[in-house]
């Protein structure tokens, strides 16, 4: 396998990187993608050393130049000659160009808007959303562990982990956090999905794009009726927040709002799902693990720092050189983008002893890249955080012996960006 499989989705590559990156790290630690349009940069030194630099590295195009890529622009065309796309291309297109906010912005528009928000995710609010989790948890559980499911023959019973348990409990918090209805939680499902289409996916088909533009209308007038009643109306909940911030007096956007929104509800539900599965796929495939966590419940936050590094859900996001800067021995020329490899980062045996060897005991799990670092280090760690810590410790309570099911395939994301399985079956003993 080829950096090229990766980048052309390759579904063997996607699922499996790492001999990629290490070979990447060992020969070719930042070496120029001509069709990615980047400097790949592997090593966590490096990737770290870039990250903390925003005085010289810009985040405005955080998931790359291939956003612009011909393939994207030939089914925008395409879509554009359909009449019954007219409506939607006159509602995204009107809202193109929109202010940079929180994950595209660069300081110091950055931070300000980060002090709007940054309350919604103290420790204090995060506890306080804490039994809400442990509840959503538990009803999830409940349904998984139903007794009329168990096989007579063997006392198991076998679930559809990422769907019955790993999506829903993210996408329910979000949504509570948010303030909006349970209801809906299939189409803010649908809508995560259509609108991180274009992340690590720089040749997408015409029906994916469809996908994307319809989502984006909707969510945009979803929302947009949410901000206004919540202007009015405050009820304490993050809409209310965004609704009524300012900013040097003035009150943001409604794209700006929008934009904040939507980068709540896709990074508040799509990695911790991805972060989840890959702790039940580590249990399956790890009796010694599961044996070892469920014997001493406090590796437990141990280990999902140690799943979070060794299965990082965002496998790295791009920055763009201000101007000419060294890196690693390698000059990255001003205007060029550079791919921070997180994912490969945190498999650098410089930084990692034996960093293929998963490890919740390992000391120093917690400085991986898997929330970035820095000025961009993710807002909403500490929630992904306390998810993981109550799931997991859920799924022990609930779920005894937990081993891999027949018939998985792994299907991964089509992306080169994000990681996680779409699908994992699990087989179980309830308790």
């Known amino acids: 396998m080829q950096l090229d499989d990766l980048v052309h989705r390759d579904p063997e590559a996607i699922r499996c990187p790492y001999p990629i990156f290490e070979q990447l790290r060992r020969d ?15 090593r966590y030194d490096d990737v770290k050393a870039i990250l903390v630099d925003t005085a010289r590295f810009s985040s405005r195009m955080p998931t790359g130049p291939q956003q ?25 297109m009107g809202r193109r160009g929109q202010a940079a906010v929180l ?10 808007q980060r002090v709007l928000v940054n309350g919604a995710f103290r420790p204090m609010q995060l506890r306080a959303l804490e039994p809400k989790v442990q509840e959503v948890a538990t009803r999830l559980l409940d349904a998984c562990c139903d007794p009329a499911r168990i096989d007579s023959a063997t006392g198991r019973i076998e679930v559809e982990f990422v769907h019955e348990f790993a999506v829903g409990l993210p996408m329910e918090i979000i949504a509570h956090a948010l303030g909006v209805d349970d209801d809906d939680l299939a189409t803010f499902k649908r809508w995560s999905d259509d609108l991180v289409m274009p992340v690590g996916n720089h040749a997408p088909t015409v029906e994916q794009t469809r996908g994307y533009l ?13 901000l206004a009643e919540r202007r009015a109306t405050p009820t304490g909940d993050l809409i209310s927040d965004v609704a009524n911030a300012e900013l040097d007096g ?20 799509e990695t911790t799902t991805n972060l989840l599965t890959n702790i039940c796929h580590r249990f399956a495939i790890d009796p010694a693990v599961q044996a070892q966590v469920r014997a001493d419940r406090s590796l437990v936050e141990g280990l999902v720092e140690e799943a979070l590094r060794y299965e990082a859900p965002v496998g790295g996001l791009f920055r763009q050189a201000k101007d000419d800067v060294e890196i690693g021995g390698v000059t990255i020329p001003a205007g060029d983008h550079v791919w921070l490899l997180y994912a490969s980062a ?24 898997a929330f970035g670092h820095g000025e961009h280090f993710c807002i909403g760690a500490g929630l992904a955080r306390a998810e993981a810590r109550i799931g997991t ?8 012996d937990i081993r891999l099911a027949e018939g998985n395939t792994y299907p991964c994301a ?6 996680g399985l779409q699908e994992l079956r699990v087989s179980f003993v309830p308790r």
Not at 250 to 265: D, I, K, P
Not at 350 to 363: N, Q, S, V, Y
């Open 28 to 42: 070719q630690p930042i070496t120029y993608h001509d069709e990615l349009g980047a400097w790949v940069v592997t």
């Open 68 to 92: 612009l890529g011909s393939v994207l622009a030939e089914s925008m065309a395409a879509l554009a000659a359909d009449p019954s796309m007219a409506e939607v291309f006159e509602a995204v």
């Open 103 to 112: 994950l595209n912005a660069d300081p110091p528009e950055h931070r300000r």
């Open 214 to 226: 319809v989502s984006s209308k909707e969510f945009a007038e979803y929302f947009s009726a949410k």
């Open 250 to 269: 003035e009150q943001l956007s409604e794209a700006e709002m929008l934009g904040m929104l939507q980068q709540f509800l896709v990074a508040g539900n």
């Open 346 to 369: 945190n498999r650098d045996d410089a930084k990692f002893a034996d960093a293929a060897t998963f490890d919740p005991c390992r000391g120093n799990a917690r400085d991986h890249l």
């Open 393 to 400: 410790n859920a799924i022990l309570d609930r779920m005894d």
């Open 414 to 419: 089509d992306t080169f960006v994000l990681r």
